[in-house]
């Protein structure tokens, strides 16, 4: 079964602001990893924050992670038209050896 | 550096019809996944390979479902026969870690889409 749930399922904002998704999830991890998938094509790996780690930035991108929670976020700043595409969250749980990915966010950036 | 390759992009069946999916990942790459992407969901694991051995098939509905990977490089996965059910983006990727280590960066390549009629 998928590991991770996002908050919220859709999101739409205007270009230049920030957009956040939430993950949560429930069992422990070794590591934590955000993906973007845009419409009709394959999942392109964006960050990956470690159990230990509590944030992570690059780029535009900032993802925090607080283990005691079970919880990440990922912080888009100043969005773009590009930007537009699903995100999901994906957890290497400990003893598994591979990756469960949650359901998605769907983020529309307006021009 | 080349991506993971996957084909066909598209296909469409009748039930009760087989189909093939081919993947061809990064050099070099030592993991290989496939993951089954229903319209509005996140993947799903069916199976992994380390090299040319399973390493997890546990999702995976082997009375209709098959993969492998011969010389631990290229790999087909087969649906026979399909179901209605099984109409989805199946994604392949890659990694070059291997099974006993954390999971890191998947590779992915563009999928190939199933509409099963």
């Known amino acids: 079964s998928q590991q991770g749930e996002e908050d919220p399922q859709a999101l739409s904002i205007q270009e230049g602001e920030n957009a956040t998704m939430n993950c949560s999830y429930k069992t422990s991890i070794n590591n934590l990893q955000w993906y973007r998938q845009n419409s009709g094509r394959g999942l392109v790996h964006l960050i990956l924050?470690?159990?230990?780690?509590r944030e992570k930035h690059s780029g535009r991108l900032r993802v925090t992670l607080d283990t005691s929670k079970k919880s990440s976020s990922l912080l888009i700043t100043a969005s773009r038209a590009a930007d537009t595409a699903s995100y999901f969250c994906a957890t290497d749980q400990t003893g598994a050896n591979n990756l469960f990915f949650g359901t998605g966010t769907r983020l529309t950036v307006i021009p | 550096e080349a991506g993971v390759a996957q084909s066909p992009r598209y296909k469409i069946i009748e039930k009760r019809q087989s189909v093939a999916f081919w993947c061809n990942p990064i050099?070099?790459?030592?993991?290989l996944y496939w993951y089954q992407q229903i319209l509005g969901q996140g993947p799903k694991l069916l199976i992994q390979?380390?090299?040319?051995?399973?390493?997890?098939d546990s999702q995976l509905p082997k009375d209709r479902f098959s993969a492998e990977r011969l010389k631990g490089v290229d790999s087909t996965l087969k649906i026979q026969p399909a179901k209605l059910e099984d109409s989805a983006v199946y994604l392949c990727?890659?990694?070059?870690?291997?099974?006993?280590?954390?999971?890191?960066?998947?590779?992915f390549g563009e999928g190939s889409r199933l509409t099963v009629l």
């Open positions: 390979f380390q090299n040319n051995g399973v390493v997890d």
């Open positions: 990727a890659s990694s070059t870690l291997g099974w006993e280590e954390n999971t890191g960066e998947l590779f």
């Open positions: 924050i470690r159990s230990n780690e």
């Open positions: 050099s070099g790459h030592a993991t």
